[in-house]
């Protein structure tokens, strides 16, 4: 049986290509999205590859987050917390019904828009002081500062853009947020199938001589 952390890891790597297959089929041959959120894509209901796509990447959140504790890496507090977040948000913005209010949707699209972005920042410096997976550090790094341009330009296409182009630039930053999980995810297979099930035990050396 898989150790808690190697399975984890194993329903990160699997969530994550499942939602980058799905995410992709979501919009071959699809028109008109680029102005359309994500959010209002799915009260639209223009098929199930978006719903496939959004519940595969927060399941994989939730594993990440699991598989992490599981092998005793530093993510309490915030960092954790917010990876949890994005994982349980995405898989709930995926399974929302299609009369869902609007309300609702806003606050699960935004917590998804948020929440990784502030993880993927505040676990850059936690993978460094690991050294099993420091050599994550440098490409998340790079995938936090995409979001974050990704959180700049999306504020910037609500406000004074009017909202033209939203849909694509909330589907460029969610799929930097899916690369960012799936980098993470690939790190914890490679480390984590490698490490002993359980920490070698005390050896007891008999004492002779004794009454």
Do not use: K, N
Not at 29 to 40: F, Q
Not at 101 to 129: C, H
């Amino acid at each position: 049986m898989l150790p808690l952390r190697t399975a984890c890891a194993v329903v990160a790597c699997a969530g994550t290509a499942i939602a980058a297959v799905a995410f992709v089929a979501a919009h071959i041959g699809a028109t008109g999205w680029t102005d359309v959120t994500i959010g209002a894509a799915l009260v639209l209901d223009r098929g199930v590859a978006l719903e496939v796509a959004l519940v595969a990447a927060g399941l994989s959140g939730l594993a990440l987050a699991a598989g992490l504790r599981a092998a005793g890496a530093p993510v309490g507090g915030w960092p954790g917390g917010l990876l949890t977040g994005w994982g349980a948000a995405t898989a709930l913005l995926g399974v929302a019904p299609a009369g869902t209010p609007d309300l609702v949707v806003g606050a699960l699209s935004a917590a998804v828009f948020l929440t990784l972005p502030a993880a993927t920042a505040l676990l850059v410096p936690v993978l460094r002081r690991d050294d099993r997976l420091a050599g994550a550090a440098r490409p998340m790094e790079w995938l936090a500062l995409a979001q974050g341009l990704g959180l700049v330009a999306i504020t910037y296409v609500a406000l004074p853009g009017h909202g033209v182009m939203i849909g694509l630039v909330e589907r460029l930053l969610l799929g930097a947020e899916v690369a960012a999980a799936g980098v993470l995810a690939v790190r914890m297979l490679q480390v984590f199938r490698t490490m002993p099930s359980r920490p070698a035990g005390r050896v007891r050396i008999p004492l002779v001589g004794r009454s």
